[in-house]
């Protein structure tokens, strides 16, 4: 600032400096980019390393607001429900569900145990197989179709509300690829994502060698299409 202005002139000046910095940082930002995205924004990235003040809060946002840490380390909320743990190697669906598919012949994963579960394998795996929580089966062959197609459409349209929920779910077969890659993909379309799509999406995400026969594929686009 130059020295030659006359005083009056320098003081108005800093003092409308001041005045345009408290409004970009208590809410001037917020009419330019919106209160949730000023605030998340500053979460996500963690500027400072804590949660922001309350006095930010209010002035940004106008409420009170819950907050939560990250889906990984507090929770998820989906659907007013708080799930405190997510289960390991639990994977996300396009619409922010969490899901996690496994093979039954490899060793059980740690950490928390599902809520629910659904299941799928012929009698031989069903009776090879016990749990401890809520769980439904689909009767479906290795390398093929389920044998009611009907039922298993509901079945995975019921596990997908589920994991909307906010429940700790998972989606299990005999080796986790073929069956469970199938489901990992119906859910993906449930989810939102274009049913041409829908392999490639779980096989980026969950398994690459998710959805292991043509039938499977062509399954997922007639049965699921929109």
Not at 22 to 36: H, I, M, V
Not at 67 to 81: F, K, Y
Not at 202 to 219: G, L
């Amino acid at each position: 600032m130059s020295p030659c202005r006359p005083r009056h002139e320098r003081v108005g000046l800093c003092q409308g400096i001041r005045s345009t910095a408290k409004s970009a940082r208590c809410g001037g930002l917020s009419r330019n980019f919106g209160s949730a995205g000023i605030v998340g924004g500053l979460w996500e990235n963690g500027i400072g390393g804590r949660r922001p003040c309350r006095r930010f809060q209010r002035r940004v946002c106008g409420v009170r607001r819950e907050w939560t840490q990250g889906d990984s380390r507090r929770g998820v909320r989906h659907s007013g429900r708080m799930t405190e743990v997510r289960l390991d190697g639990a994977v996300q669906l396009p619409d922010g569900a969490w899901v996690r598919g496994r093979g039954l012949r490899n060793p059980a994963p740690g950490g928390p145990p599902p809520e629910f579960g659904l299941y799928l394998g012929s009698g031989k795996l069903q009776a090879r197989h016990t749990f401890d929580w809520p769980h439904q089966w689909i009767d479906w062959p290795d390398f093929l179709l389920p044998r009611d197609s009907r039922l298993a459409v509901q079945l995975i349209r019921d596990l997908h509300r589920r994991a909307l929920d906010g429940e700790r779910v998972e989606v299990a077969c005999g080796g986790g690829i073929g069956r469970t890659g199938t489901v990992v993909s119906a859910l993906a379309v449930l989810a939102g994502m274009p049913t041409g799509d829908a392999v490639e999406w779980a096989r980026a995400n969950y398994h690459r060698r998710a959805v292991e026969t043509p039938w499977q594929r062509r399954w997922i686009s007639r049965t699921f299409a929109a």
